[in-house]
């Protein structure tokens, strides 16, 4: 079981906006600023798109968005595209033995 | 261009042994940490196994711990998974990656830039 609790599914149209929760613990996400969400495309290598919570890697465009309040992180994808529907994952370092937790996953369908 | 290409991967008994290779190119591989991360079927990603990138500092996750070894050969730009005493709860599609942080000493990581495709690793008699 991950320990970063992720809603399994958002939806959204194409130019909406949606939101993707990341809960975690006073050991990871409320503790650290070392958290990152990737996208994942069935098949193919999953991509880093936000990294220290809120910064992007070059080449990310800034329709995608961090932020984290207490023990929960979050992602938004504003203007959302077709190629926005994938599978993001979040992730965070944490001071226990599992030094690197991730969230189960959320699958984004773009309507 | 960045690449990371992952193999070894198979079909294997429980109790057996397997090597995972990682292949990388485009970047000086001995100037960054590198870590395996591995995803069940139908499950989430799972953190495995980090080292520093002059090898003095490695970590597993307690899953793996005692089982699995971690190793790079910065001359041959590759990164290895010796995997031993496998169960079947160890099939996975297992991914090489990149770290952030040039000359970053883990840890904490700050994020994982650069993944590969996996290999997949199936553990059943």
């Known amino acids: 079981q991950s320990a970063l609790t992720q809603p399994a599914s958002v939806s959204g149209s194409p130019g909406q906006s949606i939101t993707i929760t990341c809960t975690g613990t006073?050991?990871?996400?409320?503790?650290?600023?070392?958290v990152s969400w990737y996208r994942h495309h069935p098949g193919k290598a999953p991509e880093l798109i936000i990294y220290?919570?809120?910064d992007r890697p070059s080449g990310v465009p800034d329709r995608f968005s961090g932020s984290k309040s207490g023990n929960t992180a979050s992602l938004t994808i504003s203007g959302l595209q077709a190629e926005d529907e994938a599978d993001y994952y979040c992730?965070?370092?944490?001071?226990?033995?599992?030094?690197?937790?991730f969230g189960f996953g959320t699958r984004v369908t773009v309507l | 261009e960045v690449q990371v290409v992952e193999s070894g991967g198979g079909l294997v008994q429980p109790g057996r042994s397997l090597r995972l290779s990682c292949e990388v190119s485009?970047?000086?591989?001995?100037?960054?940490?590198m870590h395996w991360v591995r995803q069940a079927p139908g499950k989430g990603l799972e953190w495995v196994s980090s080292?520093?990138?002059?090898?003095?500092?490695?970590d597993y996750a307690d899953s793996v711990k005692g089982r699995f070894t971690i190793s790079r050969d910065n001359a041959k730009n590759s990164l290895y998974l010796q995997m031993n005493s496998l169960r079947p709860e160890d099939t996975a599609v297992y991914y090489c990656?990149?770290?952030?942080?040039?000359?970053?000493?883990?840890?904490?990581?700050?994020?994982?830039?650069?993944w590969g495709q996996g290999t997949t690793v199936t553990v059943s008699s």
């Open positions: 990656v990149k770290d952030i942080s040039r000359f970053g000493e883990l840890p904490p990581s700050h994020a994982m830039d650069v």
């Open positions: 485009g970047f000086p591989f001995d100037e960054y940490a």
């Open positions: 080292i520093t990138w002059r090898s003095g500092r490695i």
């Open positions: 006073s050991s990871d996400i409320g503790y650290y600023n070392y």
């Open positions: 220290d919570v809120t």
């Open positions: 992730s965070a370092y944490s001071s226990t033995t599992t030094l690197y937790v």
